[in-house]
């Protein structure tokens, strides 16, 4: 079983940066940020494939965000930038896909308790 853990949400302005992070208790071959507005559906963010580190992301976060892996502290991390008030959401790592579709979130096994961004306009 991999046990995650995310931290680093919070407040922040409109155009400023965040950086999250997800500390996994073992090993996967890809992991993967999600968000979840209040009142909507998880939504795919990016996942990044071990070994190798290719990464995708989804069209709202391409070239705003940037999805990476240390393998050595067994942490990911999802960097975001030039944030929107429409980013506001609840943030996921998972882990272990049992589904090449990385895109759905019933796709994945593992998934942390989550860390919110809120963006203000």
């Known amino acids: 079983q991999v046990q995650l853990v995310e931290f680093g949400g919070g407040l922040v302005q409109a155009g400023g940066s965040l950086r999250l992070s997800c500390a996994t208790s073992g090993g996967t071959s890809a992991t993967a940020w999600f968000l979840q507005p209040p009142g909507k559906d998880r939504e795919f963010v990016a996942v990044?494939?071990?070994?190798?580190?290719?990464?995708s992301y989804g069209d709202s976060v391409k070239d705003r965000f940037t999805i990476s892996r240390d393998s050595a502290k067994n942490t990911l991390y999802l960097q975001m930038n030039s944030l929107k008030p429409e980013d506001t959401a609840m943030y996921y790592c998972a882990a272990s896909p049992t589904d090449l579709k990385y895109y759905l979130p019933s796709a994945w096994r593992y998934w942390g308790q989550g860390t919110q961004v809120t963006v203000s306009s």
């Open positions: 990044i494939r071990w070994p190798g580190g290719t990464a």
